[in-house]
């Protein structure tokens, strides 16, 4: 199958996807969320794995927006454990490093780290964690470090100096699998909506009632502007729910004066704190 | 009175200001919104203007943390209606521009212009639209082009060769003013509030149930992250509410087992459509 994924091989795109799709597949990388996408139009790729939040700096809306203008199914998710390292050449220790390399978001999860352990050396931000390894490796620099997952450092035979070198243990991020034309996962107990509510008071509390009634627990709420509505909102729902369930919510959504969009039902992946 | 905002004087976050201040203050020019937040910590200015959400774009997080973090209180909004314009040096024509300058953000409302009028220009990003028009004026650029406000083009001495470029009409910016020992303007009639409910399956719909039945309508609604707490979340919440309602809906949110943070009550601005 041919997977496409934001970021280089080693990136957390790539963790993420092999953990929900298991090892053997062709990678498409592509430099921004918006290349995922369009090599799905294209079918150079048969399914998406992208980035949709973080639990330290919240939904990366982009993507959203994306999902619903493309209109492919969500038919999978994944939470990640996202642990930073250090990585340098075999034999390089902390004393030796002048240059850090990674990407802003990484470089800024380490910032107590790098200012406590690494406070002189110079940090350059790179466009890509594991495109940071493969950079120092290319470019033969004994004195620099980059910050990415361990797979990055083993797939350039580069060595972890620090693991879990981020500043909050407890830094998720959830990736959505996307596949055009993609069926209903058997073992489906989650759904993501997009909900566009009359702009009456009290609209969205009598849409979330709906699901309040139905005993459907609600896990995010996004509202996202709408284009061309100055002030108006679309909210991006996801709900625990059954097939059965989620055909009665839309109904009755709908008999409200909602419209709703179905951005697809996939099995939940509660993954946090272990590993 | 000394008005902390974010960029230049002549941005749009100046306009803010003088709409809501009037003319004849002080301003203090920061680079970033931490900045404008860290000149009201240290007493360097006396009020801050930031921007909160975009009507294409969307919530600039970044203003939501801050907020919570400061809790200095909110005393006032106000709605821009963003209007770009095309800025060059007197004389100039659209035939001589070979370069345009201008904030990612500015370029990027301005794209289906650029790419029909000036499809061969060179794009160069400046961190600031009246910054911009500084540059090119500075360095006697005669065949650059700067996308800003007419106020910038005025405090330049330049002109505005195209005006309102931007590519949809209804783009408006929402800004809030901020002072630390603020009191409460007399004819408030709005609140922003910071919701924690807690992490039991319909709280949310209970908490937005409490605005329902007091008939104070919900203009805002925004999921945020919580830190070091996996995928829970604190709702920022926008309500047209009076003072003595807003404390029986505390009171409310607060025996349901809610965290509430008022982050100020301020008079609303409807702006929309027109100028």
Redesign the interface.
């Known amino acids: 199958m041919k997977i496409a994924i934001q970021g280089a091989l080693g990136s957390f795109h790539h963790i993420a996807s092999q953990q929900f799709y298991g090892d053997g597949h062709e990678y498409i990388c592509c430099d921004t969320f918006a290349g995922v996408f369009e090599a799905l139009a294209s079918r150079g790729a048969d399914v998406g794995v992208v980035a949709i939040?973080?639990?330290?700096?919240?939904?990366i809306?982009e993507v959203y927006d994306l999902l619903l203008r493309h209109n492919y199914p969500i038919v999978g998710e994944v939470a990640e454990h996202i642990h930073q390292n250090l990585i340098t050449f075999p034999g390089a220790k902390l004393g030796d490093i002048t240059r850090v390399y990674s990407h802003p978001v990484a470089l800024a999860q380490c910032a107590e780290f790098l200012e406590s352990k690494l406070p002189r050396v110079e940090i350059i931000e790179h466009h890509d964690t594991a495109g940071a390894v493969e950079y120092i490796k290319d470019h033969d620099e004994h004195g620099s470090a980059a910050i990415a997952s361990t797979l990055a450092a083993r797939m350039h035979g580069m060595n972890v100096l620090c693991p879990s070198i981020q500043d909050?243990r407890?830094n998720?991020t959830?990736f959505l699998c996307i596949q055009p034309n993609g069926s209903l996962p058997p073992d489906a107990d989650k759904a993501s909506l997009v909900l566009t509510t009359s702009h009456q008071?009290?609209a969205?509390?009598?849409a979330?009632?709906v699901?309040?009634d139905l005993?459907?627990?609600?896990?995010?709420?996004?509202?996202?502007?709408i284009?061309?509505?100055?002030?108006h909102?679309q909210f991006y729902i996801d709900v625990e729910v059954t097939k059965l369930t989620l055909a009665e919510a839309i109904k009755q959504l709908e008999s409200q004066g909602c419209i709703v969009k179905n951005l697809g039902m996939y099995r939940a992946s509660y993954k946090?704190?272990d590993d």
Chains 1, 2 share one sequence.
């Open positions: 939040e973080n639990s330290l700096c919240g939904s809306t909050e407890s998720f959830r008071p009290g969205l509390y009598k979330l009632g699901f309040a005993d459907c627990n609600l896990t995010k709420l996004e509202s996202r502007p284009r061309g509505k100055v002030w909102y946090d704190f």
